[in-house]
């Protein structure tokens, strides 16, 4: 009885110790996502705090390295040139913080290994710029129906075909209607989405509408658009479009980079 005693007063201070360092740990990673997310919101002048994630499971090895594995911001609803409002993502990898501490402190350069930058549009907002106030986006057919989604490891669609529903009033068509978008970057620093009607979908998944031939023109040119002023966070350039549920995505991949965290809202 007095070993059975002794092994489970040993097990219990073992099992509060695993606890507390764990705890602990959880507790300092909250802290330090905190300190970014107040940074990050200061040095961007953004009116609220971001979203901010340190991933990795033990966080104090990273910490006392100063070396982050895998960073991401997220902030949605930020002020937006022409769309009015859009969501930023950035994924940093490999963060180096030998030049401040295991905080990341305003104003200090931050180096990258690798990062994803994201600006991320919703159908509404979209919508409203088109003139198609009933705008649904949908990635394209052969990846909605593939099993595997059919995504990047981002989760974003292709480009080429997507599936654009609405009412395009301003062509004088009063019905709901899909067509096949394509959609890619132009303009000098490639910050312009341009948006490409192709033709009218019909079929699963679609509002499976036909378009009298003499407005098949005109609904095109309802749903073909161009979108300045998409400069992605931390000016990264663009290398991938497409959609995730309804939002359109722009995606930006930089390797080796030193970030400034006011460029954010670049």
Same mark, same amino acid.
């Given at each position: 009885?007095?070993?059975?005693?002794?092994?489970?007063?040993?097990?219990?201070?073992?099992?509060?110790?695993?606890?507390?360092?764990?705890?602990?740990?959880?507790?300092?990673?909250? !802290?330090?996502? !905190?300190?970014?997310?107040?940074?990050?919101?200061?040095?961007?002048?953004?009116?609220?705090?971001?979203?901010?994630?340190?991933?990795?499971?033990?966080? =104090?090895?990273?910490?006392?390295?100063?070396? !982050?594995?895998?960073?991401?911001?997220?902030?949605?609803?930020?002020?937006?040139?022409?769309?009015?409002?859009?969501?930023?993502?950035?994924?940093?990898?490999?963060?180096?913080?030998?030049?401040?501490?295991?905080?990341?402190?305003?104003?200090?350069?931050?180096?990258?290994?690798?990062?994803?930058?994201?600006?991320?549009?919703?159908?509404?907002?979209?919508?409203? !710029?088109?003139?198609?106030?009933?705008?649904?986006?949908?990635?394209?057919?052969?990846?909605?129906?593939?099993?595997?989604?059919?995504?990047?490891?981002?989760?974003?669609?292709?480009?080429?075909?997507?599936?654009?529903?609405?009412?395009?009033?301003?062509?004088?068509?009063?019905?709901?209607?899909?067509?096949?978008?394509?959609?890619?970057?132009?303009?000098?620093?490639?910050?312009?989405?341009?948006?490409?009607?192709?033709?009218?979908?019909?079929?699963?998944?679609?509002?499976?509408?036909?378009?009298?031939?003499?407005?098949?023109?005109?609904?095109?040119?309802?749903?073909?658009?161009?979108?300045?002023?998409?400069?992605?966070?931390?000016?990264?350039?663009?290398?991938?479009?497409? =959609?995730?549920?309804?939002?359109?995505?722009?995606?930006?991949?930089?390797?080796?980079?030193?970030?400034?965290?006011?460029?954010?809202?670049?």
């Amino acid at each position: 009885m007095r070993v059975r005693a002794w092994l489970i007063g040993i097990i219990v201070t073992i099992v509060a110790v695993v606890v507390g360092a764990v705890g602990a740990d959880f507790g300092s990673a909250i !802290y330090a996502e !905190y300190h970014l997310a107040r940074t990050l919101r200061a040095q961007a002048r953004l009116g609220f705090d971001p979203w901010v994630g340190i991933l990795g499971f033990p966080f =104090a090895p990273q910490a006392m390295r100063h070396r !982050y594995k895998e960073v991401e911001l997220k902030a949605n609803g930020v002020d937006r040139p022409v769309i009015g409002k859009a969501m930023l993502e950035a994924t940093l990898y490999s963060v180096d913080l030998t030049n401040t501490s295991w905080l990341v402190r305003p104003g200090v350069p931050l180096p990258v290994g690798r990062l994803e930058s994201r600006i991320i549009i919703d159908s509404t907002h979209l919508g409203r !710029y088109m003139g198609i106030n009933d705008l649904i986006v949908e990635a394209p057919p052969k990846e909605t129906n593939d099993a595997t989604g059919g995504t990047t490891e981002s989760g974003i669609s292709s480009s080429i075909g997507l599936v654009f529903s609405g009412t395009p009033k301003s062509a004088g068509f009063d019905k709901r209607v899909s067509v096949s978008v394509d959609l890619s970057m132009s303009g000098p620093q490639q910050t312009t989405l341009v948006m490409t009607a192709t033709g009218v979908s019909t079929g699963p998944n679609t509002e499976n509408r036909q378009v009298p031939t003499d407005k098949v023109a005109a609904v095109l040119a309802a749903f073909s658009k161009r979108l300045p002023g998409q400069k992605l966070p931390f000016g990264v350039a663009p290398d991938r479009e497409g =959609a995730r549920g309804s939002d359109v995505i722009i995606e930006g991949i930089g390797e080796g980079l030193t970030l400034d965290l006011s460029e954010f809202t670049v």
